[in-house]
């Protein structure tokens, strides 16, 4: 059973996008002229019934994410976390999280979303370099998001922002310096990701006709280093495979998922996993919208998930974590200990006792290693 004072999040995905985006699938969810209202009332609907469905614990985060949902009205967004509070009761230290893009449209915001409620943002700066900006299709240049971020700084208590590097024609020396001009802003806490290239998008195309190389393993695996390396020397260790921060700055959101604890989806395309149930809603917002009108929710599928694959999900998500998984929470039958024992041969995965944990090195050959250690059917025995 999940005890009663475990974390419960909730996760609001707003789907509107302001443009369309190169490296993303979310093209069809740009759309104009927003009935504000009837969004507010549908998204108030989603979220009543998971009230009435979802176990009965206080909220300790909430993440506004998706398209853009730093163009969400505060109104709704008010209303949203009036109605969570209602719903649920907040923790006492609760962490209200909003994605924003980082252009003066969106920073003149601010303000009125910290009224609301929300009091941490995760600002989508993804380069330093102009050049860089422009390959990966954003609007602001490194003027104007530097300008939002000062913004963010002055009105929100907690700030993260991400940065994509491995780019194309990226040297080890670029990132360096453009780490450590990240570095310099003060932020407690960065998201790092590695470009990948996602089958369906522009960049998918320009890869396969040979226009566009990024870093290959060798070159990938210098700039991870190097990134855990300066990262560790500001003060802002990894905690995740991909996410930096000060003690006690860790996205206590994302450490939610990751711990592979309860959390609720609502709005189009939201996922959620409560009490061994796998959520999905509908992802189109049309299709969503009528699922409201028609059901009084948004939901596309509710799923019981066996024991087997929890715990496998459990493992996959905790092994991103510096901290690991606790085997006595999910089983050791589910771990296939003759792998482990060889990968930590290798340097590459420990255990000590219950807690099993993947190194700096493991970090690296990580997609390689989940297959190896997660045992995806539990044994019989006699």
Known sequence: ????????????????????????????HVRDGVDQDAWRAALLADLAYEASV?????????????????????????AILD???????????IEITLEANPSSVEAARFGDLAVAGVNRVSLGLQAL??????????????????????????????????????????????WEAELARALAVGTEHLSLYQL??????????EAAAGRLVIPDG????????????LTAAAGLPAYEISNHAKAGAESRH???????????????????????????????????????????HGAQSEDPLDPPTRATEALVMGLRLREGVDLSRIGADHVDLAA?????????????????????????????????????TTPAFA
């Open 1 to 28: 059973m999940t005890p009663d004072n475990a974390p419960l999040a909730l996760y609001v995905h707003w789907p509107f996008c302001v443009s369309k985006c190169p490296y993303c699938d979310f093209n069809s």
């Open 54 to 78: 979802a176990p009965r614990r206080p909220l300790s985060s909430i993440f506004f994410g998706g398209g853009t949902p730093s163009l969400m009205p505060p109104a709704t967004a008010a």
């Open 83 to 93: 109605a969570a509070e209602h719903h649920f009761g907040f923790a006492p230290d």
């Open 129 to 174: 370099d102009n050049d860089a900006l422009r390959f990966l299709g954003r609007a602001h240049d490194v003027t104007e998001g530097l300008a939002a971020l000062e913004v963010a700084q002055a009105t929100f208590a907690r700030i993260s922002f991400d940065l994509i590097y491995a780019r194309p024609d990226q040297s080890l020396a670029a």
């Open 196 to 205: 990948t290239i996602e089958p369906g998008t522009r960049f998918a195309t």
């Open 218 to 229: 060798d070159a990938g695996a210098d700039l991870f280093e190097t990134t855990r390396a």
């Open 254 to 296: 994302n450490l939610t998922y990751w711990r592979y604890q309860d959390y609720l989806g609502v709005g189009p395309g939201a996922h959620g996993r409560r009490a061994g149930v796998a959520t999905v809603r509908h992802r189109k917002p049309e299709n969503w919208m009528n699922a409201i009108a028609r059901n009084g």
């Open 340 to 376: 482990v024992d060889r990968l930590a041969g290798h340097g590459l995965i420990t255990r000590a006792g219950d807690r099993l944990t993947v190194t700096d090195a493991g970090m690296l050959l990580l997609d390689s290693i989940l297959p190896e250690v997660v045992r995806t």
